[in-house]
C-alpha cells in the first residue's frame, strides 16, 4: 500500500534533479521552463561528456542543413553538377531563321544567375553566343521554360509570413538569381523587372513588412516611410521563369536576334541540343549554403536526391540513407532541407551520429570544411571571437523566433575534428544574446 508513496516520492526527487540540472546547464533566465538538448562526445574515446535530454525531438531550424550536406555528400558526391539543357525544336529555314522553339529544360538548378557565384553568371549571354555561332538571326517561334516539378514554390509546412522575404523563396524548376529581386516601394519598379507583380504600399507605424500569398503576384508592403522613393528592399518572387524569359528577350533583341513569340508550325521535329548550363560542384554549392544558411540552395540539394520525384519522397530517399546507416529516424519529422519549417524535429543524439559518421567517413575533410569556424566565418564570426576556441569550434548555427540549435565539431590544431558537439534550445525566455553568451560559456567551460 505504500508502493504508490514511494513512486510519488521518487519521481519527485528525479523531476527536481533533472529541473536543478537544467537550471545549472546554461543559467539562463526561465530555464527551468526551456526545452534544451545537447550531446558532446569526443570521438576519439568515445566518452560522452554530455548527454542531456538527447533523445527529445526538437526544433532544429538552419542545423538541418548539416543532414542535408551530409546527405548530399553521400548520396550525389563532390562533384555533382546540375545540368540545365536548352533546346531548338523545329527546322533550320532559309535566311538564317530558325522556324520553331528555344526550349530551356529546367532541373531544379538553384544555383543559375546567383549573385553567391559570380563567376558562372551569363546564361543569357551564353544562349546568345551559341545562337549566333550557328548564325540564327530570327527564331520564328517561342521561348520556353520547361518545368516538371511537382509541388514546386514554397514548401507547404512554411510559414506564410515567410514567404514574401528572401529567405521564404521557394524553389522551382527554374530558378533565376536566387528567385529574388529588389523592390522600390513608391514607384514598384523591381530589378530585375518581374513581371504581373502588383504592388501596393499601405502606410504603417509598425515595422515594416511584406504580404504575399503562395504563388500570388499581389504584394503588400506595409512602409513607415512610404514617400522615400530611394528606400528599397529584396523580395522573393512568384515565378522565377518568367522573370528569367523577360531577360533573356531583352538581351537577344539586343544581340540582334529577333523572336516572333508566336506558335510556329514547324515542318519537322528536329530537336538540337544548343547550350547545357552547367552549375558550380555540389562541394562549393554546399560551402556557399552552409556558410550563409542558404534555404533555396538546401532546397534545392535536397530535391536532388530524388530528380523528377516528389519532395516527401526525396526527404524518404534521406531518412533512408541514415537508416542503412543503422542511424534510426523514427521519432524525427523532416518537411525540408532548410530547416525553415517549424514543424521539422530532429533528436540531438541522431543529429550527433550523422555527424560523428561523416567524420568517420572518407568524406570527413570535405564535410568539416562546410562548418563556419568561430571568429572566422559566416554565421560564426562574432561566436566566441575573444576566446581561445576562436578558429577551434566548427558550427553550424540555427535560429527562429525562440529556437536557438548549434551542431558541428570541437578541431584540434591541424583543423581535424576531436568532439561532437551538439547544442538545441527550444522555447527560450531570455534574449538571444544572454543564451548566446551562456553557450559559449559552456563550450568555454567543457574545452578550456
Same mark, same amino acid.
Not at 253 to 258: E, L, S
Not at 428 to 431: N, P, R, T
Given at each position: 500500500m505504500f508502493r504508490p508513496i514511494v513512486i510519488s516520492i521518487l519521481f519527485s526527487l528525479s523531476a527536481t534533479f533533472n529541473s536543478l540540472y537544467a537550471q545549472d546547464l546554461l543559467g539562463i533566465e526561465g530555464e527551468e521552463a526551456t526545452t534544451i538538448g545537447v550531446y558532446i562526445k569526443d570521438i576519439r574515446t568515445s566518452e560522452v561528456l554530455y548527454d542531456y535530454n538527447s533523445d527529445l525531438a526538437l526544433t532544429p531550424a538552419s542545423v538541418m542543413k548539416a543532414v542535408t550536406a551530409a546527405t548530399a555528400l553521400c548520396k550525389l558526391g563532390e562533384n555533382f553538377r546540375f545540368s540545365t539543357p536548352v533546346e531548338l525544336r523545329g527546322s533550320m529555314q532559309v535566311g538564317n531563321v530558325w522556324r520553331g522553339d528555344l526550349v530551356v529544360r529546367s532541373c531544379g538548378d538553384p544555383t543559375i544567375?546567383?549573385?553567391? &557565384?559570380?563567376?558562372? %553568371?551569363?546564361?543569357? !549571354?551564353?544562349?546568345? /553566343? /551559341?545562337l549566333r555561332r550557328l548564325g540564327i538571326k530570327k527564331i520564328d517561334g517561342r521561348l520556353i521554360v520547361e518545368q516538371n516539378m511537382s509541388d514546386a514554390g =514554397? #514548401? /507547404?509546412? $512554411?510559414?506564410?509570413?515567410? #514567404? =514574401? $522575404? =528572401?529567405? @521564404? /523563396? @521557394?524553389l522551382f524548376g527554374f530558378n533565376y538569381r536566387d528567385n529574388t529581386a529588389i523592390l522600390y516601394p513608391l514607384t514598384g519598379e523591381t530589378k530585375p523587372f518581374v513581371p504581373a507583380l502588383d504592388v501596393s504600399v499601405v502606410e504603417s507605424k509598425e515595422n515594416n513588412d511584406l504580404v504575399r500569398g503562395v504563388g500570388s503576384d499581389r504584394l503588400t508592403v506595409y512602409a513607415r516611410n512610404v514617400k522615400n522613393r530611394k528606400w528599397a528592399l529584396e523580395i522573393s518572387v512568384p515565378d522565377p521563369a518568367a522573370v528569367f524569359l523577360c531577360r533573356l528577350h531583352a538581351v537577344l533583341? !539586343? *544581340? @540582334?536576334?529577333?523572336v516572333s513569340n508566336k506558335k510556329a508550325d514547324a515542318v519537322s521535329s528536329t530537336v538540337r541540343s544548343l547550350y547545357i548550363h552547367r552549375s558550380p560542384a555540389a562541394k562549393d554549392i554546399l560551402t556557399s549554403l552552409m556558410f550563409r544558411s542558404d534555404n533555396l540552395f538546401a532546397e534545392g540539394i535536397l530535391r536532388a536526391l530524388a530528380p !523528377? !520525384?516528389? *519532395?516527401?519522397?526525396? #526527404?524518404?530517399?534521406?531518412?533512408q540513407l541514415w537508416g542503412d546507416r543503422g542511424l534510426t529516424s523514427r521519432c524525427? %519529422?523532416?518537411f525540408d532541407g532548410s530547416g525553415l519549417s517549424r514543424g521539422n524535429r530532429l533528436q540531438p543524439r541522431f543529429l550527433a551520429d550523422v555527424l560523428e559518421w561523416m567524420v568517420n567517413s572518407p568524406m570527413a575533410d570535405t564535410y568539416v570544411s562546410f562548418f563556419p569556424r568561430a571568429g572566422y566565418d559566416g554565421t560564426m564570426k562574432s561566436f566566441l571571437a575573444k576566446s581561445p576556441l576562436k578558429g577551434l569550434i566548427a558550427l553550424k548555427t540555427g535560429s527562429m523566433n525562440a529556437v536557438q540549435s548549434y551542431a558541428g565539431f570541437k578541431l584540434d590544431e591541424n583543423g581535424k575534428p576531436t568532439h561532437i558537439i551538439v547544442i538545441m534550445v527550444n522555447g &527560450? &525566455?531570455?534574449?538571444r544574446a544572454q543564451l548566446r553568451r551562456s553557450i559559449e560559456q559552456l563550450l568555454t567551460d567543457t574545452f578550456i
Open positions: 544567375e546567383s549573385q553567391h &557565384f559570380k563567376s558562372n %553568371l551569363g546564361i543569357c !549571354d551564353s544562349i546568345s /553566343a /551559341a =514554397p #514548401v /507547404a509546412q $512554411w510559414e506564410i509570413e515567410d #514567404v =514574401p $522575404w =528572401p529567405y @521564404g /523563396a @521557394g533583341k !539586343d *544581340r @540582334g536576334i529577333a !523528377d !520525384d516528389t *519532395r516527401k519522397n526525396a #526527404v524518404k530517399c534521406e531518412t524525427n %519529422l523532416i &527560450f &525566455f531570455c534574449s
